[in-house]
């Protein structure tokens, strides 16, 4: 396991409730059967939204999660690189209570 994907356990795995899960191949954390946060080249992606997502986005190097490559991104994702993951626990909260919100 790299570096960064310690961190990402780490950080996604501090949600109560959070369960480890797959999400197109790649290794993810969901709250009731819906994904919140995802590692993806050694990066770790967020759905987000309103100014969670404004904030993350506007980190450097963030953008808009695209696990197909293919110019089709998953506009409620933000994939923030390991230079933020201090950030990452304050994000995986915030993706959690959106994702759970509409459970």
Known sequence: MT???????????KVKEAVASQMFGKPCYKIGG???VCFF????AFK???????KALSLTGAKLFDPSGKGRP??????VPVA??????ALAAKAAAYVASGI
């Open 3 to 13: 570096n960064e994907e310690q961190l990402y356990n780490a950080a996604a795995s």
């Open 34 to 36: 819906k994904a919140f």
């Open 41 to 44: 080249q050694q990066e770790t």
């Open 48 to 54: 987000l939204t309103g100014a969670d997502h404004a």
């Open 74 to 79: 998953m506009k409620e994702w933000v994939q």
């Open 84 to 89: 933020h993951a201090g950030l990452w626990s």
